[in-house]
Nanobody, 125 residues
Framework: QVQLVESGGGLVQAGGSLRLSCVAS????????MGWFRQAPGKEREFVAA????????YYAASVKGRFTVSRDNPKNTVYLQMNSLKPEDTAVYYC??????????????????WGQGTQVTVSS
């Protein structure tokens, strides 16, 4: 049973914008903090952003802070990643994930239990 589905990826020129969406099953989404990670070819999966259940706290990797914004719409079971001023080094497969209830390290993939299938983002120079 699919629990997280990402969409919104694509090809964009440097300086452009994309908005990723991640729709979750209610069971997966309710009460959970959510994170976004990315993985470029030949590289490890890295943290991008996270948001707590109420949206009151957000966290960002230094490389995207000021350019990316994470948000959520709880009635729609959806989390978003608005990506502006995209750079070629942002090219990767982007994944959303559901954090474990006990997670305190939102920047570590080990704190997340359910993952989507990913959506490709390609930024051309």
């Amino acid at each position: 049973q699919v629990q997280l589905v990402e969409s919104g990826g694509g090809l964009v020129q440097a300086g452009g914008s994309l908005r990723l969406s991640c729709v979750a099953s209610e069971r997966t989404f309710s009460g959970s903090s959510m994170g976004w990670f990315r993985q470029a070819p030949g590289k490890e999966r890295e943290f991008v952003a996270a948001i707590t259940w109420t949206g009151g706290n957000t966290y960002y990797a230094a490389s995207v802070k000021g350019r990316f914004t994470v948000s959520r719409d709880n009635p729609k079971n959806t989390v978003y990643l608005q990506m502006n001023s995209l750079k070629p080094e942002d090219t990767a497969v982007y994944y959303c994930a559901t954090a474990y209830q006990w997670t305190t390290r939102y920047d570590s993939h080990s704190g997340y239990g359910t993952w989507g299938q990913g959506t490709q983002v390609t930024v051309s120079s």
